[in-house]
Structures are given as structure tokens and as C-alpha cells.
């Protein structure tokens, strides 16, 4: 069984004995060397044995053949991507989905529906609040809408975003100069 080990810079070039440095090392790999009958001309590369969680390396010079079995926890992945699918849509689906929808102008209901949900399932943040005022004041609820703006407001502060501050603060003013409220 002989020793490989595949430095970063080999891609660039082949390095030096001398530039040899072990923090360059990106992989190490022992594997048995088997010894061929036909020589290759050219180093060659091949990836064969594919199945769903690896495939084997084969690397063919001259008069040798090295076989670098590779794997990857697909199992994992797929599983944990099944579970996220079947558990439904995180918070950020739907704050992404209600969001849009708001900025789209598509249907106004849907987007609170939707960033409702976000906060039921993440929590209110006040950039979220902001949103959901907004969609609110769309809709013609600027009571409620002025209420979740000043929700909006306190979180900005403790946060100190004065941003967000200053944006509710100027949207709740022009709501309620449209609305007639005082």
C-alpha cells in the first residue's frame, strides 16, 4: 500500500520537494496500488463505481492504477431535506413569500397571511412588523396598521435602529393625516 497525498498547489503546478509544506496537504488518501498489464501513455482520470452516496476514483499512469474510493453523506442531506419539506415552510419561506407579494402589489391578504405565519413560526422582528403595517394600511386597516408600526418602533429602538424608527414614524404620520386621525 503506498502513500498519496494531493497538495493545494498541485493544480497550479507540480511543487518542489523543498516547497513541500504540510499545512498544503488538501487530501491524503492510502490505497493499494495494483499493477497494470497495458501501460498508459497518459495520466488519466476516472470516475466509475457512481451510486447515490459516492463513486470510486481511478487514476491510471504508466504502469500503475490507484482506486480512491470517494463518499458523501447523501443519506443525511436527502433526509434532512425531506424532513424541512414535510415539516412545511420555515418562517423565512413565508416572510420571503409575504413580502414579495407586498412589494409585487399581488394580494394583500395573502401577504399578511403569509407574515403572520413568518412570525408565528420565527418570532416578530421589527423589520417584519414594518411590513405587516404597511400591508395593513394597503389594505385600509390604518388602525391596526399605525398599532403594529409602533410595535415596529419599540423593537427598532431597543435594537437601536433609527432607521426603521424614523421610516414607521413617517409612515404612521402620513396614515393618519389620510385617515383624518389626530
Known amino acids: 500500500m503506498d502513500h498519496y497525498f494531493l497538495q493545494k498547489h498541485d493544480l497550479l503546478g507540480a511543487p518542489d520537494a523543498a516547497d513541500f509544506k504540510e499545512e498544503d496537504v488538501a487530501a491524503r488518501f492510502n490505497v493499494p496500488v495494483t499493477p497494470l498489464n497495458d501501460k498508459v501513455e497518459t495520466f488519466t482520470m ?37 424532513k424541512a419539506t414535510m415539516d412545511g415552510p420555515s418562517s423565512n419561506s413565508y416572510w420571503a413569500a409575504g413580502r414579495y407579494y407586498f412589494e409585487e402589489k399581488k394580494d394583500m391578504k395573502q401577504a399578511l397571511d403569509w407574515v403572520n405565519k413568518a412570525m408565528e413560526k420565527g418570532g416578530e422582528k421589527f423589520w417584519m412588523l414594518r411590513v405587516k403595517a404597511q400591508i395593513q394600511a394597503e389594505l385600509g386597516q390604518v388602525k391596526e396598521a399605525i398599532a403594529t408600526a409602533e410595535k415596529s418602533i419599540e423593537q427598532a429602538k431597543a435594537e437601536k435602529n433609527d432607521d426603521y424608527v424614523r421610516m414607521n414614524e413617517k409612515s404612521i404620520a402620513e396614515w393618519k393625516k389620510k385617515a383624518g386621525i389626530k
Open 46 to 82: 476516472n470516475f466509475n463505481n457512481l451510486k447515490n452516496n459516492g463513486a470510486d476514483l481511478e487514476i491510471s499512469w504508466e504502469n500503475t492504477k490507484v482506486i480512491v474510493p470517494i463518499t458523501v453523506d447523501t443519506d443525511g442531506k436527502v433526509m434532512a431535506d425531506i
